[in-house]
């Protein structure tokens, strides 16, 4: 039996898909956990309607306590040998449980990663892990495990609802998580599990849909201060400790940090503006290139900072954007602005920048132009 937790807080307008996505899975031996957060009365009726018409659901109501004490009360109840996570605004594809499965009685894995798939609108793009398909032991990931060594590159993707845990080991690592932890609640169950794991197998299946619906486009910047993110550090640390791969994962865990630092606090690195792009002089005009999570926070954090002129915002996926408010047009726009000093890529993956670069430069954009991350920056 595989259980499959769903943390539910506030989502009413997207369990129909979410659930009826997991009832309807090929693979039928499940148990499905919805586990209402303290969420409104709308949430918990549908919840309870659930395990009326299906009996493998099982429905608990508690108190709002957070993503991590919701995920620890899912698996309190669980009784499969492996679980599995899925969140309540995203959804999965029919045949998304039959393959890890059938992965895992063919390689006799304690976990099973797969990618999934970024929904913006009518978009979609494939996320996938940076390891081959095949089966690994946990020596063989080590060395690249948080990071791949091209800026910011996992290389295990820490998303818990892409993954098939071995129960016993979910015990482990969930179950010691600070119920505190509101950023990084997956990479700190992720990798403890990865080193608690004889096998893994890492599969080139991606079915499950991460989708960014408009009313979560806008992503907040947290006001809280650097040590908001101490509690996440200081538990990875303590588990390759306890695990002797300190002396493996540490520079890792230095550039997890950076990453996780620059996009939820951008002002953090700054003495002068945008330090970790080289540092932007008062008074530049600049375009954005990219209105995803960072694109967002970067459009916010400039605006706010009121020394900097944000002369255009563009993506690829600008129509999507568009039908959630946001002002972002087409690349092809960038040609007929005006006058710029900038164009700054807002994306933290090295090959996508990198690709993004050589469209700009190919588009006749002077690549002196054209800023990313610093090499002071990526390499410190």
Same mark, same amino acid.
């Given at each position: 039996?595989?259980?499959?937790?769903?943390?539910?807080?506030?989502?009413?307008?997207?369990?129909?898909?979410?659930?009826?996505?997991?009832?309807?899975? !090929?693979?039928?031996?499940?148990?499905?956990?919805?586990?209402?957060?303290?969420?409104?009365?709308?949430?918990?009726?549908?919840?309870?309607?659930?395990?009326?018409?299906?009996?493998?659901?099982?429905?608990?109501?508690?108190?709002?306590?957070?993503?991590?004490?919701?995920?620890?009360?899912?698996?309190?109840?669980?009784?499969?040998?492996?679980?599995?996570?899925?969140?309540?605004?995203?959804?999965?594809?029919?045949?998304?449980?039959?393959?890890?499965?059938?992965?895992?009685?063919?390689?006799?894995?304690?976990?099973? /990663?797969?990618?999934?798939?970024?929904?913006?609108?009518?978009?979609?793009?494939?996320?996938?892990?940076?390891?081959? !398909?095949?089966?690994? !032991?946990?020596?063989?990931?080590?060395?690249?495990? /948080?990071?791949?060594?091209?800026?910011?590159?996992?290389?295990?993707?820490?998303?818990?609802? !892409?993954?098939?845990?071995?129960?016993?080991?979910?015990?482990?690592?969930?179950?010691?998580?600070?119920?505190?932890?509101?950023?990084?609640?997956?990479?700190?169950?992720?990798?403890?599990?990865?080193?608690?794991?004889?096998?893994?197998?890492?599969?080139?299946?991606?079915?499950?849909?991460?989708?960014?619906?408009?009313?979560?486009?806008?992503?907040?910047?947290?006001?809280?201060?650097?040590?908001?993110?101490?509690?996440?550090?200081?538990?990875?640390?303590?588990?390759?400790?306890?695990?002797?791969?300190?002396?493996?994962?540490?520079?890792?865990?230095?550039?997890?940090?950076?990453?996780?630092?620059?996009?939820?606090?951008?002002?953090?690195?700054?003495?002068?503006?945008?330090?970790?792009?080289?540092?932007?002089?008062?008074?530049?005009?600049?375009?954005?290139?990219?209105?995803?999570?960072?694109?967002?926070?970067?459009?916010?954090?400039?605006?706010?900072?009121?020394?900097?002129?944000?002369?255009?915002?563009?993506?690829?996926?600008?129509?999507?954007?568009?039908?959630?408010?946001?002002?972002?047009?087409?690349?092809?726009?960038?040609?007929?602005?005006?006058?710029?000093?900038?164009?700054?890529?807002?994306?933290?993956?090295?090959?996508?920048?990198?690709?993004?670069?050589?469209?700009?430069?190919?588009?006749?954009?002077?690549?002196?132009?054209?800023?990313?991350?610093?090499?002071?920056?990526?390499?410190?």
């Amino acid at each position: 039996m595989i259980s499959v937790i769903v943390p539910i807080y506030n989502t009413s307008e997207y369990l129909e898909q979410c659930i009826g996505s997991i009832l309807n899975q !090929t693979y039928r031996n499940l148990e499905v956990i919805l586990v209402d957060d303290g969420s409104s009365y709308l949430c918990g009726k549908a919840c309870d309607e659930y395990a009326v018409t299906d009996c493998r659901v099982k429905v608990i109501h508690k108190e709002n306590g957070g993503l991590v004490s919701a995920r620890k009360a899912g698996l309190e109840a669980a009784t499969g040998e492996f679980v599995g996570y899925v969140d309540s605004d995203d959804w999965i594809e029919p045949d998304y449980y039959e393959k890890m499965v059938l992965a895992q009685e063919k390689t006799g894995a304690e976990m099973v /990663l797969a990618g999934h798939l970024h929904d913006i609108g009518e978009d979609s793009r494939k996320v996938k892990d940076n390891f081959p !398909t095949g089966v690994y !032991t946990r020596e063989l990931l080590l060395p690249t495990l /948080l990071y791949s060594g091209r800026f910011f590159e996992y290389g295990i993707q820490p998303h818990m609802v !892409t993954k098939l845990f071995k129960r016993e080991i979910l015990r482990k690592t969930q179950m010691c998580v600070d119920d505190r932890i509101v950023i990084g609640e997956d990479a700190a169950v992720v990798y403890p599990s990865v080193l608690e794991a004889e096998k893994i197998v890492v599969l080139d299946v991606c079915a499950y849909h991460y989708v960014q619906h408009p009313n979560s486009m806008t992503k907040k910047e947290r006001e809280d201060k650097e040590d908001i993110y101490g509690l996440l550090f200081e538990h990875l640390e303590k588990a390759f400790k306890n695990k002797n791969v300190w002396e493996i994962l540490e520079s890792q865990l230095q550039q997890y940090k950076k990453y996780l630092l620059f996009m939820n606090q951008i002002a953090l690195f700054d003495e002068d503006i945008l330090v970790p792009y080289g540092g932007i002089r008062p008074g530049s005009r600049v375009i954005i290139y990219g209105a995803g999570v960072l694109g967002q926070k970067m459009y916010r954090y400039l605006v706010q900072k009121r020394e900097i002129d944000i002369v255009l915002w563009v993506d690829k996926k600008y129509k999507s954007y568009q039908e959630t408010g946001f002002e972002v047009f087409a690349p092809d726009e960038i040609g007929v602005a005006v006058d710029y000093d900038f164009i700054l890529i807002a994306n933290t993956v090295q090959s996508i920048a990198e690709s993004i670069r050589k469209y700009l430069v190919h588009m006749g954009i002077d690549n002196r132009k054209i800023l990313w991350f610093s090499e002071e920056f990526r390499k410190a």
